[in-house]
């Protein structure tokens, strides 16, 4: 069974940073993109950025851009893993972050992620101005 658990969120004042991560365990992801979407209180779910299945290729919204960092674990063994840098936080970035894996192999950009795919339970940013 398939399991994705997102960790490292929490509170933190604007100007901060924090680092989340995501282990995927129960099936092969490291030729799978994988990616993080977040969710604010009564908005839809908007896609932060996804990461191709090597980890050389990677896409953000532009709200994020030049202050998220995506990577993932280079090793085969532990692609299953990856991390969503966070700085310069901005209390709009206040969500319940949210990973995901894709079923197929070798997808990489924007559109390979959907509901169809493997995704986590989220973890709770918040930023505090």
């Known amino acids: 069974q398939v399991q994705l658990v997102e960790s490292g969120g929490g509170l933190v004042q604007a100007g901060g940073s924090l680092r989340l991560s995501c282990a995927a365990s129960?099936?092969?992801?490291?030729?799978?993109?994988m990616g993080w979407f977040r969710q604010a209180p009564g908005k839809e779910r908007e896609i932060v950025g996804t990461?191709?299945?090597?980890?050389?290729?990677?896409?953000?919204?532009d709200s994020v851009k030049g202050r998220f960092t995506m990577s993932r674990d280079s090793a085969k063994n532990t692609k299953n893993t990856v991390y969503l840098q966070m700085n310069s936080l901005k209390p709009e970035d206040t969500a319940v972050y949210y990973c995901?894996?894709?079923?197929?192999?070798?997808?990489?950009?924007?559109?390979?992620?959907?509901?169809?795919?493997?995704w986590g339970q989220g973890t709770q940013v918040t930023v505090s101005s």
């Open positions: 990461i191709n299945w090597s980890g050389g290729r990677t896409y953000y919204a």
């Open positions: 995901a894996a894709d079923r197929d192999y070798y997808c990489s950009g924007y559109g390979c992620l959907g509901n169809n795919d493997y």
């Open positions: 129960g099936g092969t992801f490291d030729k799978s993109a």
